[in-house]
């Protein structure tokens, strides 16, 4: 089992909906990164969050810590925001980032 | 303010071929942690240097090695390239006293190993 898991795999949506992805993990942390990935392109940090909320624009991210649980929110989503969206914590034996596997979310117009 | 940058693009080689990476980290960073990503699966921590020294290595076999540089920039290099080797590299880079809690990535380097 990986120590970050993510749901679901892939998403579709139309545009305009609101769009939620969420990741579990099972290792002690001390921070959880939402990143986004374009296809063939680097990674861009969306997200760093220890506890409770951060808003950026059109992006929520949550973290419950006592549940190891966190939740990315898209609202009004647009198909820019295609994309791979990869939860990763810092945390487990080695203090390293560890990844998901990611999201595959496409927002059809 | 220049972001993280990796060099080349994109590579080609041949299986048991040797490739080095770079990687020039964002401005006042001091730690650069390279990253491997396979096709479909998300990035696997290689290692991470700190003020030129090895600062924690994920499992990877010898083969893989690097270096960091007084100005902090790095290079990740392969040895013996095998078809498995075959994925985006990605590197990222710290400020001062933070550690991992904040990285900023690359844009990437494609390998290819044929």
């Known amino acids: 089992k990986n120590e970050v898991e993510q749901s679901p795999q892939n998403l579709t949506a139309q545009e305009g909906e609101f769009i939620t992805i969420n990741c579990s993990y099972s290792v002690g942390i001390s921070a959880l990164h939402w990143l986004q990935q374009h296809p063939g392109g680097g990674i861009v940090s969306l997200f760093m969050l220890s506890s409770g909320k951060k808003k950026h624009g059109r992006l929520i991210a949550t973290i419950n810590i006592q549940e190891k649980h966190s939740s990315l929110h898209i609202t009004a989503s647009h198909p820019r925001d295609s994309a791979v969206y990869i939860c990763a914590v810092t945390g487990g034996a080695t203090n390293k980032l560890i990844f998901g596997t990611g999201t595959l979310l496409a927002v059809q117009p | 303010e220049t972001g993280v940058t990796q060099s080349p693009t994109h590579l080609i080689k041949t299986r048991g071929q040797q490739v080095t990476l770079r990687c020039s980290s964002q401005s006042g960073h001091n730690t650069v942690s390279w990253y491997q990503q396979a096709l479909g699966q998300g990035p696997q921590f290689i290692f991470q240097y700190y003020r030129e020294e090895e600062n924690g290595r994920g499992n990877f076999p010898p083969r893989f090695s690097g270096l960091q540089f007084p100005n902090y920039s790095s290079e990740l290099n392969v040895n013996a390239l095998e078809l498995d080797d075959s994925a985006l590299y990605l590197c990222?880079?710290?400020?001062?006293?933070?550690?991992?809690?904040?990285?900023?990535f690359g844009p990437g380097t494609r390998l290819t190993v044929t």
């Open positions: 990222a880079s710290s400020p001062p006293g933070s550690g991992t809690y904040e990285q900023y």
